[in-house]
């Protein structure tokens, strides 16, 4: 009687606790969903700063496991606890007499609490030392998952070595009949084919497309493609002209503008042409407060170096420095190499022609209902942003418009 009790107790605390991490990885889901998929959807309850930020964390590439969130695989894993702890009832059901195998529950859900928690320490370690944000919502899976294997083990002599061991032992005489091994090795089977599937689409997984993307060029800190000169592409007058309107202060046309040179080698008709569109008060009109402070000034140097045949090399060299002060500017220069005269550079930089050059370039671009970076252009279309998935689909998209790639790949 006493030790009926105890199960009692022991089941009921584990059903509770498997539907706490059930819950608590639905709502996850929801918020991986919310993140990647809805471009409208509001800031979740659990987006609270920029450290506690399960939302941020969703949209990262750790995220996922072979392209799966790690939402469903908790999900699956509450789940199929739920099932062992029903085992003992759903094998005597005809079609369900398979599940025979599972002899000792506890076992199971103590070795998989254990498990499930040495993972998530890893995982934990991920988030706070690789993204440097926290997802308390998984924080909170990850205690349920801790208590789940403490609760489980009570009762089992040797705790959690005898459960990892029996439970090991079970999995293999489990596997001695010829029919299960047979239906074990069709499921993996399909397990590893589903996995495949999901890891090569990315079909639920954004971050791990775009990271296939445009992750060599958020990864490399210097221009590999990087031209010089003046002219970026081909210099026929028969060829596709792409305008790109940039700021050397925008995180992401540092990408942008890696991508543009690597598109001039992979095109035979493509010429790229920059035009300045710095989001600072110093030289924008549009601008009502202060934003990319420096990127006025490396504009009228980078037209200023244009004067000089040397702007695409320039061009590189401040995406990659970011030097903000005009000292800064006229530092990094000196210490470049381009052989740039560096007085007439000076001159050049404060002359009305290159003010009006930018300016021009500004007003073209707002006037086109573009304020942000980094924007293209093609014809009398306008585009702001890379292209969702990145090289490629920036490829094709310059394909579609007229370009011809030496080796294409559509």
Request: aromatic letters at 14%; hydrophobic letters at 45%.
């Amino acid at each position: 009687m006493e030790e009926n009790k105890k199960n009692l107790l022991k089941d009921t605390a584990l059903w509770f606790l498997m539907f706490t991490g059930f819950a608590l990885t639905i709502y996850l889901a929801i918020v991986y969903y919310e993140a990647n998929f809805n471009q409208y959807a509001l800031p979740s309850a659990c987006a609270i700063s920029d450290f506690m930020d399960c939302d941020a964390v969703a949209r990262t590439t750790e995220s996922q496991f072979f392209g799966v969130p790690l939402a469903y695989w908790g999900m699956f894993l509450y789940a199929f606890m739920m099932m062992l702890m029903c085992v003992d009832r759903l094998k005597k059901f005809p079609g369900l007499k398979f599940l025979e195998v599972f002899k000792n529950k506890y076992h199971y859900i103590a070795s998989l609490g254990v498990i499930s928690f040495t993972i998530s320490m890893i995982l934990l370690c991920v988030s706070l030392f690789g993204i440097k944000k926290l997802c308390i919502m998984c924080a909170a899976t990850y205690i349920v998952n801790l208590i789940i294997g403490i609760v489980a083990v009570i009762g089992i002599e040797g705790d959690f070595i005898t459960a990892i061991k029996q439970s090991w032992i079970d999995f293999v005489d489990a596997l001695k009949p010829i029919p299960y091994r047979v239906a074990f090795i069709v499921v993996m089977a399909l397990a590893v084919g589903f996995l495949g599937w999901t890891y090569t689409s990315a079909v639920f997984s954004p971050a791990l497309k775009n990271q296939r993307g445009y992750g060599e060029f958020l990864k490399s800190k210097t221009n590999k493609y990087a031209i010089t000169g003046n002219v970026l592409g081909s210099d026929a007058e028969d060829a596709v002209v792409l305008h790109v309107y940039s700021d050397y202060m925008c995180p992401m046309c540092s990408v942008f503008n890696m991508m543009v040179h690597k598109l001039a080698g992979d095109f035979t008709n493509l010429r790229i042409e920059h035009h300045s569109l710095p989001l600072d008060t110093d030289c924008n009109r549009y601008m009502t407060q202060e934003f990319h402070v420096g990127s006025c000034t490396m504009a009228r140097y980078a037209e200023a170096a244009h004067m000089q045949g040397k702007f695409w090399e320039v061009n590189s060299l401040f995406f990659e420095k970011k030097p903000a002060t005009e000292s800064d500017v006229i530092r990094v220069l000196e210490e470049s190499g381009f052989d740039l005269d560096m007085d007439k550079l000076k001159q050049d930089a404060h002359s009305k022609i290159v003010k009006d050059i930018i300016n021009a370039d500004i007003d073209r671009a707002v006037n086109n209902g573009q304020i942000g970076t980094p924007t293209m252009q093609m014809g009398d279309e306008f585009e702001m942003g890379i292209p969702k998935g990145g090289y490629p689909a920036f490829k094709k998209w310059i394909i579609e418009r007229g370009g011809k790639a030496k080796h294409s790949f559509f």
